[in-house]
């Protein structure tokens, strides 16, 4: 086991936090620098679209103890490259470990209007100052979010709860079609309709305007304030031409393993061998940034662990609790478990007559179940995946 040399950790968000602490839990006695853009020590970014844009006193902060781990925080630090040494806009760190944990940043519109986004605490605490100005009698806040995806949605739901008038505008033709298919993100639709947003679907917004947005055809849609939550993209350009391979990310193998040794890439910036659906895959869970960094830990340490989980991320939006587990990318089809208009249901995929992926509404017992049979990779009865009424462990096809 090897428990000296030096560890550094670029990207001090959930992942690069985990593996400093999870190398000190293995009993790593080296030195650990944890190096993050960031003025903040790390934290939670799920509640920033949830409870703090509604509770006053929420604190999403992770509950990191430097001094008892022996971890050297370098806050307000930039990585800007990768040379034999992690070079940063203050000086270079040599390493005999690297972990490659940037996160993901905000995809940006064109255009010369002021935009906001919702990755940061310190986004989300200005987003909470102006929704609550908003509540002012008289004073209704008109916000329009462009992109109806995971975020768009939280937002949104926020929003409403502090008397906005919400637009959302969004390109494709559902919400959250790109995340979870059209069929099944179409459900949603209806959750904004009766929470008073408007939606504006098959939508392209052109640019981003002072007072407002430019559509593609032409039209404007006026606004005080507007978020642009169209997803993210890795945060990897500072590591172009260091030699570590960039795919979607940084290119990992099941161990998490960069093409550079001894440099490792982990949470949202990363993608990795998996090994359960053949195929190299990111995701930008919050399951994945807390649990991935043991398998780099394990393997700082002279292990071979390997990272093959059954992917898992939850939303709550406009009351209800969103839960999806798996990856339903190679799906062949879909199966409805429960009527998508009542308040509970879920919605199954399959390929090769096994569950792949499911999608629970209010169903959190169909979730972990369907996580189970996921893993188990058995074969699956679709009339019995069909009945709410039957336990989702039970559709093990017996036959
Ligand atoms: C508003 C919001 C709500 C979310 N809600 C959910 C949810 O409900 N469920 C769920 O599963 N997931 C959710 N997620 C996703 C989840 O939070 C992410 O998957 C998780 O934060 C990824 O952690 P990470 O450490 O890989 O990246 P990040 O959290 O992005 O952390 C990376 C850190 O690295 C820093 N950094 C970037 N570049 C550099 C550099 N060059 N040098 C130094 N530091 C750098 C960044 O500033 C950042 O602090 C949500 C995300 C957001 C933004």
Redesign the pocket.
């Not at 190096?35 to 960031?38: F, L, P, V, W």
């Not at 944990?101 to 993901?104: F, K, L, R, S, V």
């Not at 982990?266 to 910036?269: A, E, M, N």
């Not at 930008?284 to 940034?289: G, L, N, R």
């Given at each position: 086991m090897v428990e000296s040399g030096q560890v550094v950790v670029?990207?001090?968000?959930?992942?690069?936090w985990r593996a400093a602490e999870e190398l000190r839990a293995r009993g790593f006695a080296g030195p650990i620098t944890l190096?993050?853009?960031?003025p903040r020590p790390p934290y939670d970014?799920?509640p920033?679209?949830k409870k703090v844009l509604t509770e006053p006193d929420l604190d999403p902060s992770l509950p990191a103890d430097f001094a008892a781990l022996d971890v050297d925080f370098r806050p307000e630090?930039?990585?800007?490259g990768l040379g034999d040494a992690l070079v940063?806009d203050r000086g270079a760190h040599p390493f005999d470990h690297l972990v490659l944990?940037?996160?993901?940043l905000p995809v940006r519109l064109p255009g010369e209007g002021r935009q906001r986004f919702?990755?940061t605490y310190d986004e989300a605490l200005a987003l909470r100052d102006l929704l609550r100005a908003g509540r002012a009698p008289g004073k209704a806040l008109r916000l329009a979010i462009v992109g109806a995806g995971?975020?768009g949605a939280?937002l949104a739901t926020a929003a409403v709860a502090h008397g906005s008038q919400v637009t959302v505008v969004e390109a494709g033709p559902a919400p959250l079609a790109g995340a979870i298919g059209v069929p099944v993100g179409a459900q949603t639709a209806r959750w904004y309709a009766a929470a008073g947003v408007d939606l504006r679907v098959a939508t392209a917004v052109e640019a981003v305007c002072p007072g407002g947005l430019a559509l593609a055809g032409g039209e404007q849609i006026e606004a005080d304030e507007i978020v642009t939550a169209v997803g993210v993209r890795p945060?990897t350009r500072?590591l172009e031409g260091s030699g570590v391979r960039l795919e979607n990310g940084v290119a990992v193998d099941a161990g998490l393993r960069t093409s550079r040794p001894g440099v490792y890439g982990?949470?949202?910036?990363a993608a990795f061998e998996s090994r359960r659906f053949g195929r190299r895959l990111r995701f930008?869970?919050?399951?994945?940034?807390l649990h991935a960094p043991e398998v780099v830990a394990a393997n700082v340490l002279g292990g071979d662990e390997a990272y093959d989980p059954v992917p898992y991320?939850?939303?709550e939006q406009f009351g209800r609790m969103v839960q999806y587990v798996g990856y339903h990318g190679d799906a062949e089809s879909l199966v409805w478990r429960g009527d998508p208009a009542e308040p509970t249901w879920a919605a199954c995929w399959l390929a090769a007559g096994r569950l792949v992926a499911t999608l629970t509404v209010g169903r959190p017992r169909d979730l972990l179940q369907a996580r189970r049979l996921i893993a188990a990779a058995d074969q699956v009865d679709a009339a019995r995946l069909a009945d709410p009424g039957i336990p989702l462990k039970n559709a093990i096809d017996s036959r």
């Open positions: 670029a990207g001090a968000g959930l992942a690069g190096i993050g853009a960031e970014r799920p920033l679209s630090e930039t990585a800007t940063t944990a940037t996160g993901a919702l990755r995971w975020i939280e945060a500072w982990v949470g949202d910036c930008e869970h919050w399951d994945v940034a991320f939850w939303s």
